[in-house]
Each structure stands twice: as structure tokens, then as C-alpha cells.
């Protein structure tokens, strides 16, 4: 298999195997006009397998999507084809609009224009609750 390396671009490297697709589809990487790359289950020393994404172009990523579905992971930015910078991603203290309250009760039901804002609560076991509620993200 041959990838092409980037001169500029993205590369978010070290996600759990079997992450990458949620990733791309989370962060909506599919609506790029560039090349992106999805390379599953690839050999690491530190993971055993991994995914790897590689985006053709620099582009925004909201960093805490990234930490809440898998901290751990690195980005990396390449310009000109150097790593210009590189970035460690641990799990946010808070999301908002990432993922709904379930709960019926919540207030977020209701008032539907209101942010649904998770924090964090327990990073050992990676738990978030609902800021409103206090119902546990699924």
C-alpha cells in the first residue's frame, strides 16, 4: 500500500484501532474537498494496531471531539513538508454540542436552543454528566 506523504496537511496519528471511522465521521471529514486517508489497523509498537487519518490540507479541528472520543491521540501538522507542530490530545473538561442528553427530564429537552454541555467527572473511567441533570453520557 502506498500513501504519498503530505506537504501540507493533517495527521492524526495514534488513534485505538477501529476509532478511525468514528473520527471521520464525527469531525465530518467526508464533506473535504481534499484527499484523506484512513489507514486501519496499522502496526504501532506503543498500541499494537492503530488508525491513523491523514488530511492533504490544514484545516480546523475541534481538538475535544478528538480527546473525548479517544484522548491519547496526536496531531500533527505538517507544513512544507516538516511536522511543524505537534499536539498531544488529552480528554477535554468539557464538550458542548458533541453528544445529546438522553435524559427526558433534562432541561435540554425542553429548551431545545439551549448548548448540551457534558464535564468531565471521573477521567480515570472517562465519564461525563450532563450539566443541567447529572445523567451519565452514554
Given at each position: 500500500?502506498?500513501?504519498?506523504?503530505?506537504?501540507?496537511?493533517?495527521v492524526?496519528d495514534?488513534?485505538?484501532?477501529?476509532?478511525?471511522?468514528?473520527?471521520?465521521?464525527?469531525?465530518h471529514?467526508?464533506?473535504?474537498?481534499?484527499?484523506?486517508?484512513?489507514?486501519?489497523n496499522?502496526?504501532?509498537?506503543?498500541?499494537?494496531?492503530?488508525?491513523?487519518?491523514?488530511?492533504?490540507?490544514?484545516?480546523?479541528?475541534?481538538?475535544?471531539?478528538?480527546g473525548?472520543?479517544?484522548?491519547?491521540?496526536?496531531v500533527?501538522?505538517?507544513?512544507?513538508?516538516?511536522?511543524?507542530?505537534?499536539?498531544?490530545?488529552?480528554?477535554?473538561?468539557?464538550?458542548?454540542n458533541?453528544?445529546?442528553?438522553?435524559?427526558?427530564?433534562?432541561?435540554?429537552?425542553?429548551?431545545?436552543?439551549?448548548?448540551?454541555?457534558f464535564?468531565?467527572?471521573?477521567?480515570?473511567?472517562?465519564?461525563?454528566?450532563?450539566?443541567?441533570?447529572?445523567?451519565?453520557?452514554k
Amino acid at each position: 500500500m502506498i500513501i504519498n506523504p503530505i506537504e501540507n496537511g493533517i495527521v492524526i496519528d495514534h488513534i485505538k484501532a477501529g476509532k478511525g471511522m468514528q473520527l471521520y465521521n464525527i469531525l465530518h471529514l467526508g464533506e473535504l474537498s481534499c484527499s484523506v486517508a484512513i489507514i486501519k489497523n496499522a502496526n504501532s509498537v506503543k498500541l499494537g494496531k492503530k488508525d491513523i487519518i491523514k488530511i492533504d490540507e490544514v484545516i480546523d479541528l475541534d481538538l475535544d471531539i478528538i480527546g473525548y472520543i479517544d484522548p491519547g491521540i496526536t496531531v500533527n501538522i505538517i507544513r512544507n513538508g516538516v511536522n511543524e507542530k505537534r499536539v498531544n490530545i488529552e480528554a477535554p473538561e468539557r464538550i458542548t454540542n458533541v453528544i445529546k442528553c438522553k435524559n427526558p427530564r433534562c432541561i435540554t429537552s425542553v429548551e431545545q436552543e439551549l448548548p448540551h454541555v457534558f464535564k468531565l467527572t471521573d477521567r480515570e473511567n472517562m465519564v461525563y454528566r450532563c450539566i443541567y441533570c447529572e445523567s451519565k453520557a452514554k
